[in-house]
């Protein structure tokens, strides 16, 4: 084929109810932003609504911090009935092909990505089911939440309205039926792990339904604004430092969960219990931004090609933005301490920023690097002891890469004498011209809703070779996303990309950026020609173009790109596309 398909499932996310109700801390404790004071005699009555509405939030978190003893319990009982009832009942699951050299067929992909997903909503469902007897003992502080919350009102309608929304979803989440997570486990396993049981099929089918709703609705933050208070900054702090004891008591609740995962035969991943990170070092750059290094767990391609078992992740904070944004990507992060051969220094290129980052022997103390104008920058490297994979150091630092260049490292003891000399490679790291207007952003281009009523954004992120990357999220599994290789070989004005779903929720999503001479874009369907949706993009993206999609319930059998004047740019057959699509929908269906 000309082209390869390259799909891939959604990433795993954790989204059962333990991990909701320490989200739902934070929650209250942003909104609580929007303020609550002592209301004056002559505040308004939307100011009363508000203050009433904050303040119940910090009864309910007070009352969330009074149940916390008593939830622990619950979760641990019923994690121990769990363990004794389902020991190793998922022990024969398979995994995922990951061999990067051998390219799976769309069939395989598609077989992939049902186990994928149907992991997860398994895995959600233990949580879940491990947290529902916790959510029992707090439900009465949740009930007597919603009865103060209930008798509101503004004199915007969408601002009761949303928050009767949000209080009804909490209710819901809270009674959810109980869930014999052990039988819907077995009949997953029997089934040669090919078919969720009803329950568990419904079980999904009600968290997406709330999720649609939930991104549906207007958030509440901007609806309250309005009201603030400059005073109400005492029971915003009051409120944060409840909501960050609850949240310190997630990892506890996270160890549960993954000790019973492990218990029932969940297959280990390395590195995959969490644990609150032990702070080796901070620091700051010669760019400015600061740094953190963490201690953890190795795991990823470390685990599966070496025998390194520790490592230390640093985390830069850049000030481009408000908020910051903590960025822990780029190669060699997490940085590997052991074995030795795998101390080789890292550069890469964040947003004008040269990075160099390496482990170093427990001997050096410091650092100087040499730059390509003569300048030298010396820094003191974050030792980490033995217990925390050492002894060993690790050296952090970033430059403007517009400047200079770095050209060498210089590693020195404690008596400032060498221990080592490290040549880097010529690595130019060039400030892109927009970068300082969109670091990192996430732009909302378009929504919209499938042939089957679901809804989806298409959002624009980043800039990759002077374009901005695209996304869909359709919020249903699968959520399926596909790049053409001839973007990549032979610049097309339509270079368009496909999100894709199957049954029972079956859609196909093209989306792309026109460039010139293109103009419109027309697909061909069985019901005819259906000319494309032309969004104009945002000055500040730096497109070429508009954005250009079109949500179908199967794939089209042509693209037609037109020039202002109607003629033909190009037409580009999807005959193959649609047959490899349907391959993998193949491998997706379930039984």
């Known amino acids: 084929m000309s082209r390869r398909l390259v799909m891939r499932a959604r990433r795993q996310r954790w989204t059962g109810r333990w991990s909701g109700r320490a989200a739902a801390a934070l929650v209250l404790a942003s909104t609580a932003l929007c303020g609550s004071a002592p209301i004056a005699a002559g505040s308004s009555a939307d100011e009363q609504a508000t203050h009433a509405y904050l303040l119940a939030q910090y ?38 092909s990951l061999n990067p050299i051998t390219v799976p067929t769309p069939r395989a992909k598609g077989e992939n990505a049902r186990l994928t997903n149907q992991q997860q909503t398994i895995e959600t469902e233990l949580a879940t089911a491990i947290a529902q007897p916790g959510d029992s003992v707090h439900r009465p502080a949740e009930e007597t939440y919603a009865a103060e919350v209930s008798q509101l009102s503004w004199s915007d309608p969408t601002t009761a309205s949303r928050v009767q929304g949000i209080t009804a ?6 009674s959810t039926p109980a869930l014999s997570f052990c039988a819907d486990a077995r009949a997953w396993a029997q089934s040669g792990y090919r078919a969720l049981s009803t329950a568990s099929r419904e079980f999904e089918a009600s968290r997406e339904a709330r999720k649609r709703t939930a991104r549906e609705e207007p958030p509440l933050e901007p609806l309250l604004k309005p009201y603030e208070n400059a005073s109400d900054r005492a029971l915003i702090r009051k409120t944060r430092a409840v909501a960050k004891k609850l949240f310190s008591g997630v990892f506890a609740t996270l160890k549960t969960v993954f000790r019973v995962r492990r218990i029932v035969g969940f297959p280990h991943t390395a590195g995959e219990e969490p644990r609150k990170p032990i702070v080796l070092g901070r620091g700051r750059t010669a760019a400015g931004t600061r740094f953190v290094v963490d201690s953890s767990s190795s795991s990823g391609l470390f685990s599966s090609v070496s025998s390194c078992h520790r490592s230390a992740t640093v985390a830069y904070t850049r000030l481009g933005g408000s908020p910051e944004v903590l960025i822990v990507g780029g190669p060699n992060n997490p940085i590997c301490l052991s074995p030795p051969h795998l101390r080789h220094p890292a550069l890469f290129c964040e947003v004008g920023l040269e990075t160099i980052q390496t482990a170093v022997p427990a001997s050096v103390r410091s650092v100087r690097l040499v730059l ?3 300048r030298t920058i010396e820094s003191r490297v974050v030792h980490g002891p033995r217990r925390d994979g050492g002894p060993a150091g690790i050296y952090a630092q970033e430059i403007r890469g517009s400047s200079s260049h770095a050209v060498s490292l210089i590693e020195l003891n404690a008596g400032n004498e060498v221990v080592l000399t490290l040549h880097l490679p010529r690595y130019r790291c ?15 281009l378009a929504t919209g809703h499938t042939p089957d009523g679901e809804p989806f954004t298409i959002s624009a992120f980043g800039e ?3 374009a901005p990357g695209l996304s869909v999220d359709a919020g249903v599994n699968p959520e399926l996303n596909e790049l053409t290789l001839e973007e990549l ?15 029972p929720h079956p859609y196909a999503i093209l989306y792309g950026i026109l460039a010139p001479p293109g103009t419109s874009v027309t697909a061909q369907t069985p019901q005819g020609a259906v000319a494309l949706n032309v969004v104009p993009a945002e000055a500040r993206l730096h497109a070429k173009g508009p954005l ?7 794939l089209p059998s042509e693209l037609i790109v037109r020039r202002s004047d109607g003629s033909t740019v190009y037409t580009e057959s999807l005959v193959a596309k649609d047959k490899e699509a349907a391959e993998f929908c193949e491998g997706y269906v379930e039984g």
């Open 59 to 96: 009864r309910l978190l007070t009352a969330f911090q009074h149940d916390a003893a008593a939830v622990r319990g619950a979760e641990r009982a019923a994690a121990t009935q769990i363990a004794r009832e389902c020991r190793g009942v998922l022990s024969g699951m398979p995994q995922p």
């Open 169 to 174: 979803i909490r209710l819901e989440d809270l």
């Open 372 to 374: 390509a104008n003569g």
């Open 430 to 444: 060039v400030k892109p011209r927009h970068q300082q207007e969109f670091p990192l952003n996430v732009a909302e």
């Open 464 to 466: 990759f070779n002077g």
């Open 489 to 503: 070989q032979s610049p097309k004005a339509f270079p368009w990309s496909l999100s894709i779903g199957c049954a």
């Open 548 to 554: 250009v999609y079109g949500a179908f319930s199967a």
